[in-house]
């Protein structure tokens, strides 16, 4: 069973300039930083923790997302802001800390926030489910339309917070879904290492709410579980644990060689992209001369996202002191 | 704050009322003109709170706005903070203060900091009702009171009113503040007969009418000219009965309750110590890294030539509280131990 | 299928002592607090969480335990501390906060600690589970004989440290045991109110490990099923979640009516203790004088204890600046 | 400290290494000497600690002794606590302090407490590996320094070395001692290369042979007559710089670096101000209610009469960390700050 053509279009745009994006930056992080790599250098310094492999997870969440909806990433937030529609330009000027970034540079890449969409992240690890939990509660107070999504990792399901907000989630009912991207590492540690049961959201019954688990990193897959815990959420049937079995393609952050992980295990590894892409082009959803006109947009779209982030201005120091207040 | 307007003396009805019958007035006005504040924590609906705060809430408001909690405070801190994210106005109970250890992430690197990091876009108004401080032998783990663990990281505004009068008024101020504010009772000053007979000086009389109280204006309790007694809370009471017999003895001791610990009243403190000289702070907080050693700073930053003796921190001693009654009582900024401070900085070295 | 008549006469001396010891204490804590209650007045002021009716609990599982074990309680520990064999003179002498009590009156009712019997509490929430189980690991690495043993209330389960800990029990099968006394109530919050599932016992399948859930209250059943749990922990095949449906007879805490709870379910309340009393006589495993020497001589260590604790010292009120450091 | 000795000056070999290095030598000693010593925490066994604290342990001691945990630091620390408590001798790392807020109950309320609050039954000799600190632009939740949140909870002894040699000294301190400990690293003094080339006197000459330094000793890396600047850490290198360049407008500046947080030297504090009668705190901790608050609230106690003009505090504002550099930059306890403090205080008002 296949999603509609006009998703899985809008699947592969999200993936796509998401792809682009941080291909983008990975280069713009380089500069400045050899010979010898160090992370306070360069235009874009700081810890860089990229989405290369797991484009599909939020893509296929976020096509079935609306205006009344939020959406709550972690550390690793670039395929989540970019599928959510946080805007672009806003937000790679947030990465490079220009006054014209969506927090006017107080924040950077691990604490990306766009009200305009209802989008927000949070480095610490599982930290943003409660916040994320919280704001499916005032919808449900206020009685208005909308459900709360959360994307964590799959270390952060042994985080105390997993448990708690997910009892309350299914205590209370709140419209809401956990996804849990399983890219089977936290940093260094594998699942197997990490966890003592194969699947997260087999933990879901814990909390009286269904759980999923979906191998493949299909995006076509991903988006069919996803629009039934979003749909169950939006008829006020509760949450659900939805864990996307995806792949970390490279470092944890920018500088991490991943050589904890064995070869066959990096040989193995495949690229959701372009297989995606085939795909399309196999099942005729698209023509190649479409496909191409979509990622011309896309790549001018991260181009003049890239070069407003490089243009504008640095916030002045005294900024600093700005806004610790309402 | 979003509508603080300057303290009001209304000319509406005063009755005498304990702290917690106070603050629970204010808690009522606002939850009464605000349909989306609500309160959110262990044992409140049923129960109205361990300390009494939310007693009457769930009759009035329904238990969609008086949520008893699972035992989950990193949980429903959080949920609490998107909630206030979301528009409503969270008033989040946490019983006793020593709790906080097991939510201070959510507190501290989110709740403190949402504002900040996103530049302004989410604000996050939500109210804490925390009790603290010991003396009727609770032990290591529910007797402390942690101003400064709170008031060491940024965003978060802190009120310890002393009396009834301050309990709602600076409740109302929290609630009305767009920002991260905690309103912590001393569970000996709230008026429950279980902790205690209320002080006199806690129970007072408080005006009918809503009304705020700015932050970050300390109150002088007594006027004196020979040394300047700084307390917050429960030592706002036992500086007064210092002062009273210091006065006896015929020195004339002002007496300063700081009432917020953030933002903290520096010009306050230091007009007062400016004028006496002598300086003695009182704090049931431990001694280091503590409100003393802040308000000694302040001091010492702004102008130590005006001490004519070195200033004297009264504060709980770097241990734990112990439970039996003798050791506890010895390590509380008790009368007893102000007034001994008192007497050293008076024979201080003058200059 | 019954425990040894060994085993039972053990347990109904266990929850004897326990109860005794619960009645001299409440008769005390009464002392000084009339006519207006005030709990930091009287020979034993502050909180007094009892156990009138969770004796079983206690006496079911600790009727297996050897000096090796360690067993690790809450604020509600003494029924646990009784029947661990904690030091009963030391324990009450703690309660009244004399020099001569476990710790030298440093600790008090919610932090009995008894090193030689590895017994040790704490009244955070959730918060000893952590611990107990590092003592399971340090026998573990040790591989010194003995498992742990934490005792925590339904309510501690809906706490972050329940899901961080029993996950790394599973992962790393540590020889351990959680006794989970379900009485329903979190102070004034009942279990329903609380919980998304019915059972926490069910949860232990998140953790890759057995649970059990064991109703009525009753020694001999609590009995049977503790000893599977601990065996299974000594053959080192790893952790067990039990759940034992208990009862809580009085208020959370002295001073509490417990006005929250329904009128049906406080007359439907029944008395572990006598009715224990009267099955071992039924069943004959002792004769009524035997019970009743039994019953004196346990009398005669709770009123010797109660007596040591009143005539002990008060500790120098300049000790509270001792023992900070070792 | 269970075998704590005075400061060795051993005649051994000495070679210079990076402050990771040299603390990683402690625990390698250590843990060779001790089978009951191990190490738990994130990503150590197969990664070696994000910043090099812990490489090439799991080969030498094997995974039974270098133990990667899930993300679950509330649950870890419980449980290093508790084989602490059966005569293991743990050491935790927690890779950022920012992250203490997700555990801090185990810490504060329960391993710091449980020797004193079981009257010495129990002892918990366990060491954190901490790493603090920004200037590197990883924002508001991974740059923070939190000395006082930790320091301000009784039972926790810190340590913060300023270089290699005192970094080895320092742990082996920490790991023989009975107590909690906490040996905290700046990032940028450990010396990976990726977070900036080491500071040349962060990078000493050190010892082959293990030597232990005693808690509570500041160390004067500069002497001085016209004014104290106090640091620790990172604030240490900025001081020196600093007065390097006031040495060259005549100006004689002394540089303690206190080392240990709790117990903190205010004999050795009170000493050098009352010396030098000018003092200049720098931290990168927040500036309320801080390092720099206890500092001057020394001096404030014992006799502020010593101080020629108002001491004053170079330490990070009370804002979160910001991402964007020009505003961090502004925030950090720089060389720069710390000059301008120095003038200001040589220019204040003289008695
Ligand atoms: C509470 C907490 N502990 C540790 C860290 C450090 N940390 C950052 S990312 C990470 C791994 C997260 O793994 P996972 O949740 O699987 O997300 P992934 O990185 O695989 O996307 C860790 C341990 C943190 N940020 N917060
Ligand atoms: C982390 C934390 N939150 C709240 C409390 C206050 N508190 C003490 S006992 C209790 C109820 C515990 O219920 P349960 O675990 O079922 O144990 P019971 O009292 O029923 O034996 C609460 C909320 C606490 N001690 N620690
Ligand atoms: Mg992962
Ligand atoms: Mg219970």
Redesign the interface.
């Known amino acids: 069973m296949r999603p509609e053509p006009k998703q899985r279009l809008w699947m592969y745009e999200a993936m796509f300039r998401s792809r682009q994006l941080d291909t983008a930056v990975l280069a713009a992080y380089r500069e400045g930083k050899t010979p010898?790599?160090?992370?306070?250098k360069g235009p874009l310094?700081?810890?860089m923790h990229q989405s290369f492999g797991q484009e599909p997870c939020a893509a296929a969440v976020c096509v079935h997302l609306g205006p009344d909806d939020?959406v709550a990433a972690g550390h690793r937030p670039h395929h989540v802001a970019v599928a959510r529609g946080v805007d672009l330009q806003r937000m790679v000027a947030?990465l490079f800390?220009?006054q014209t970034?969506?927090?006017?540079?107080?924040?950077?890449?691990?604490?990306l926030?766009?009200?305009a969409v209802?989008f927000?992240c949070?480095?610490?690890?599982?930290?943003?489910?409660?916040?994320?939990?919280?704001?499916?509660?005032?919808?449900k107070?206020?009685r208005k339309p909308g459900i709360?999504v959360a994307f964590v990792g799959e270390?952060?399901a042994?985080?105390?917070?997993?448990?708690?907000?997910?009892?309350?989630v299914?205590?209370w009912k709140l419209p809401f879904v956990l996804v849990i991207e399983d890219n089977n590492y936290?940093?260094?540690?594998s699942k197997r290492?990490?966890?003592?049961?194969e699947r997260n959201s087999?933990?879901a019954?814990?909390?009286?709410?269904p759980g999923e688990y979906v191998e493949g990193n299909d995006p076509d897959l991903f988006c069919v579980a996803a629009g039934r815990a979003i749909e169950r959420a939006r008829r006020g049937e509760g949450g659900t644990v939805l864990e996307l079995q995806t792949e970390r393609l490279q470092g944890h952050f920018i500088?991490d060689s991943s050589g904890?992980r064995p070869q066959d295990e990096r040989k193995a590894m495949r690229d959701p992209v372009p297989e995606y892409r085939q795909r399309l082009l196999n099942e005729t959803v698209a023509s190649a001369t479409e496909l191409g006109a979509l990622e011309k947009r896309v790549q001018q779209q991260v181009d003049a996202a890239m070069q407003f982030g490089r243009e504008s201005e640095?916030?002045?120091?005294?900024?600093?002191?700005e806004?610790?207040?309402? | 704050m979003a509508r603080s307007s300057a303290e009001t003396n209304t000319s509406s009805a005063e009755r005498t009322l304990t702290m917690a019958r106070a603050g629970r007035e204010a808690v009522l006005s606002e939850m009464r003109r605000n349909p989306n504040m609500f309160l959110i924590g262990e044992d409140i609906a049923k129960l109205g709170g361990v300390f009494g705060t939310a007693v009457g809430m769930a009759d009035e408001f329904g238990i969609e706005r008086v949520i008893d909690t699972p035992i989950s405070e990193t949980g429903f801190v959080g949920i609490a903070t998107g909630a206030a994210m979301a528009g409503m106005r969270p008033i989040v109970e946490i019983a006793f203060v020593d709790f906080i250890g097991v939510c201070f992430n959510q507190i501290f690197n989110f709740a403190a900091k949402t504002h900040y990091m996103s530049g302004g876009q989410y604000k996050v108004p939500l109210t804490f009702m925390i009790g603290y401080g010991g003396g009727y032998n609770d032990a290591a783990q529910h007797s402390q009171t942690l101003f400064a663990t709170l008031a060491h990281v940024p965003g978060i505004r802190i009120v310890a009113p002393a009396d009834a009068h301050d309990a709602k008024g600076l409740m109302h101020t929290c609630l009305r503040d767009d920002n991260v504010t905690v309103w912590m009772m001393h569970k000996r000053l709230c008026g429950l007969g279980w902790l205690g007979f209320p002080l006199p000086t806690a129970m007072s009389s408080v005006p009918e009418a809503d009304y705020t109280i700015p932050l970050g204006q300390s109150r002088v309790w007594r006027e004196g000219t020979d040394l300047t007694l700084v307390g917050l809370g429960l030592t706002v009471h036992n500086s007064l009965l210092a002062a009273e017999q210091l006065a006896s003895q015929g020195i004339s001791a002002e007496v300063l309750d700081l009432r917020s610990v953030v933002p903290l009243d520096r010009d306050g403190i230091f007009r007062s110590v400016a004028k006496t000289g002598r300086l003695v702070v009182a704090d049931e907080d431990y001694l280091s890294f503590g409100v003393t050693s802040e308000v000694l700073a302040v001091v010492a930053e702004r102008d130590p030539s005006v001490l004519k003796a070195p200033a004297v921190r009264v504060a709980y001693p770097d241990v734990p509280v112990p439970f039996s009654r003798p050791m506890e009582e010895a390590c509380l900024p008790s009368v007893e131990r102000i007034l001994a401070a008192a007497r050293s900085v008076m024979k201080g070295s003058k200059r």
């Open positions: 010898v790599f160090h992370m306070g310094p700081g810890e939020a947030e800390g220009k970034g969506l927090s006017g540079g107080r924040g950077g890449h691990m604490h926030y766009d009200a209802n927000f949070s480095g610490i690890i599982a930290e943003s489910m409660g916040p994320a939990a919280g704001m499916a509660l005032a919808r107070m206020q709360a270390g952060a042994n985080q105390g917070a997993f448990h708690e907000v997910l009892n309350m299914g205590l936290g940093v260094s540690v290492e990490s966890t003592a049961v087999d933990r019954s814990a909390y009286a709410m500088g904890y640095y916030p002045a120091p005294e900024q600093a002191l806004r610790l207040y309402a």
